[in-house]
């Protein structure tokens, strides 16, 4: 068993990256809580399209707390994060959801600049980190956000997205979702267009929520890597959120990376009811390993928003000591923390 000082050297020296939370809008409907500060709020702060058409969150949610704030990430040695907003309930309104989210972002990022910026490529997140400072990834989770126009697509980089999942559950202007896969359907002639223009413009393809038919189509046509930001294995947790043996290996072959996710249902087939066990998810990450090679496996949370396994993110530390108690080299351990995830950035983003 790995000392422990062993290992909170490790996680402190490693380039540590978590590939999908939920963040942004978790802090928004908390009452517009400080990215510095969970106990401070400001409900008037710019409230926009999701405080109206989303309301605060439950009591039961909002008594568990943020999981994933500037504090949490230092405690936890995650020096980068893709902030990911999810437009999905935004129905007819999914481009003014997305931009009230990262305009609030924006304002916390200025608020905070000593301690975290907005890395639109892999240079800022490693010149980030020597600075001392956390980076952050825009991403949008559901390509409606687009509405359907690559007009749209190139403004969002100009504003700083550099990643956008395809889908979530229902089906988009761009392909099926994975809720409705037993349908048969995958990209759509919009979706074809959306990855080969992000390709182009430097935009990283993210395949977590499309169905099976819409990944494979996806694999056939983009030319950089793609990222599955949060998913697990198929095999140890039989869900149409995961991935396939074929699925992981192709993802292998397209240089991409699968970001293992913290959500309970996810890890094992009872993790709605019941809470599975913390090995079981380092079983996810071991055999996605041995499936797709240790150069294609990253981390992928979705804290706050599902991601529950782990209580908060400054518990990341634990998963770089079972590692390291299963026997994995520094080196690789490294590439699953964030090295890969910053190689699959770089490589789609420059």
Not at 76 to 92: E, P, Q, S
Request: net charge negative; aromatic share 6%.
């Amino acid at each position: 068993m790995p000392s422990e000082p062993r290992v909170r050297d490790l996680h402190q020296k490693s380039l540590v990256i978590d590939s999908h939370n939920d963040a942004i809008v978790a802090h928004i409907r908390r009452g517009n809580v400080s990215l510095a500060d969970e106990n401070a709020t400001n409900p008037e702060q710019h409230n926009g399209t999701i405080a109206y058409l989303r309301g605060p969150v439950p009591p039961e949610e909002a008594a568990i707390g943020i999981q994933l704030n500037i504090p949490k990430m230092r405690q936890g040695g995650i020096d980068a994060a893709f902030f990911a907003v999810d437009v999905t309930r935004a129905w007819k309104n999914h481009l003014a959801y997305a931009l009230d989210a990262f305009g609030w972002f924006n304002t916390e990022v200025q608020a905070n600049a000593d301690d975290i910026c907005i890395a639109r490529k892999a240079d800022d997140i490693r010149e980030a980190k020597a600075q001392g400072k956390l980076a952050a990834v825009l991403a949008i989770e559901n390509s409606e956000a687009v509405e359907r126009s690559l007009n749209i697509l190139h403004s969002l980089y100009l504003l700083g997205v550099r990643s956008i999942g395809l889908t979530h559950n229902p089906n988009t202007w761009a392909s099926t979702g994975n809720s409705e896969s037993d349908m048969g359907g995958g990209l759509t002639r919009f979706g074809i267009d959306l990855v080969q223009e992000m390709n182009r413009i430097g935009m990283l393809v993210d395949v977590s929520h499309i169905s099976e038919r819409g990944f494979w189509d996806v694999l056939d046509i983009s030319e950089r890597p793609v990222i599955a930001s949060h998913s697990n294995c198929e095999t140890l947790c039989r869900h149409p959120r995961n991935l396939t043996n074929e699925q992981l290996k192709a993802l292998a072959a397209n240089g991409g990376v699968v970001g293992i996710t913290f959500v309970p249902g996810f890890i094992t087939v009872d993790g709605w009811t019941k809470t599975p066990p913390f090995a079981q998810l380092i079983n996810h990450f071991a055999y996605a390993i041995d499936i797709a090679g240790i150069e294609h496996v990253g981390i992928g949370s979705d804290f706050d928003g599902g991601g529950d396994l782990l209580k908060a993110a400054s518990d990341f530390p634990k998963i770089t000591a079972e590692l390291s108690a299963r026997g994995y080299s520094d080196e690789d351990i490294q590439k699953v923390l964030g090295g890969n995830h910053l190689r699959v950035f770089e490589e789609a983003c420059g």
